[in-house]
């Protein structure tokens, strides 16, 4: 596990990659049906993270903060989630993932939230010590997944991706997971199409329904392997869910791609 070790997101909080990441979860779990359910969160993160004054943030949520004219309202929450925690008297810091979920739950409703590496732990359960809905393991996310299969209704999954395996894992982690009953979300980064292109035919070969977005705001054709964009799969998706993130995609696109090209690409299909 020692690529997993050297990983920290603080260095990629509020990128690119975050925004969409974040905008779609918010989205998504806006669309989720209201009923007592149970969250997990394979890869949490350290659940905030201090901007510093350079960083990728700025090429992220900093032109979204910069951006003028009118928000669509499927951007509204996100932003406004965002936005909240950077206050200073709410810490200054942008919210990770479990910050973007939270709001969605109820009293009845349990978040578990697994991290692996110690650091990012320790934030994790100084932010969560005083809630009750959320429950903070350490240890292994895949592992905790599959011991739990069958009793979560929601999954998030959002791994570092520093080897090549991880594309196999969180493909068979999210195949097992939906056969088991669960609505998965997945985010990926997208450096080059070939490896979203294959974890999207294994889902699609093992019969798993899924909507996939994919926003690209930088050079796929780049050589150096930079970020050109990323994308969020969702199975079992929720009713209406599709057009809410395509809105929320037409705006941000052309924000995060600062006057240079952009698309996305949606694809989808039943089991
Ligand atoms: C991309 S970051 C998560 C960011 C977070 N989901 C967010 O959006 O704010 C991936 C996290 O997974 C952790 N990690 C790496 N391997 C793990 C594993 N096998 N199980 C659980 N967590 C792991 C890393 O320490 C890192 O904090």
């Not at 650091?119 to 100084?126: C, G, I, N």
């Amino acid at each position: 596990m020692s690529d997993d070790i050297t990983y920290r997101h603080r260095y990629k909080a509020g990128n690119v990659g975050d925004v969409w990441k974040h905008a779609a979860l918010t989205l998504l779990t806006e669309a989720l049906p209201a009923r007592p359910r149970r969250w997990l969160e394979t890869h949490a993160g350290a659940g905030r993270y201090r901007l510093e004054t350079t960083g990728e943030w700025t090429a992220g949520i900093g032109r979204v903060d910069a951006a003028g004219g009118d928000r669509p309202a499927s951007i509204d929450r996100f932003q406004a989630l965002a936005s909240a925690w950077r206050q200073p008297d709410a810490g200054g810091r942008y919210p990770g993932s479990p910050l973007f979920l939270r709001p969605a739950l109820g009293d009845a409703d349990r978040l578990t939230l697994v991290e692996l590496v110690e650091e990012p732990l320790a934030e994790l359960r100084t932010l969560f010590a005083d809630d009750a809905v959320v429950e903070v393991v350490a240890g292994d996310g895949y592992a905790e997944l599959t011991a739990r299969a069958g009793d979560v209704d929601f999954v998030f999954i959002d791994p570092p991706y520093l080897v090549r395996e991880e594309w196999e894992r969180v493909a068979q982690a999210t195949i097992d997971a939906t056969r088991a009953g669960a609505c998965v979300a997945l985010w990926y980064p997208i450096k080059a199409l070939s490896r979203p292109n294959g974890l999207l035919a294994r889902l699609r070969e093992a019969g798993v329904p899924t909507l996939a977005l994919d926003l690209i705001t930088g050079d796929l054709a780049k050589k150096k392997k930079a970020l050109a964009g990323s994308g969020m799969v969702i199975t079992r998706p929720p009713a209406g869910l599709a057009g809410r993130l395509a809105e929320a995609a037409a705006w941000l696109g052309p924000v995060l791609a600062a006057g240079g090209e952009w698309s996305l690409r949606v694809q989808a299909w039943d089991a």
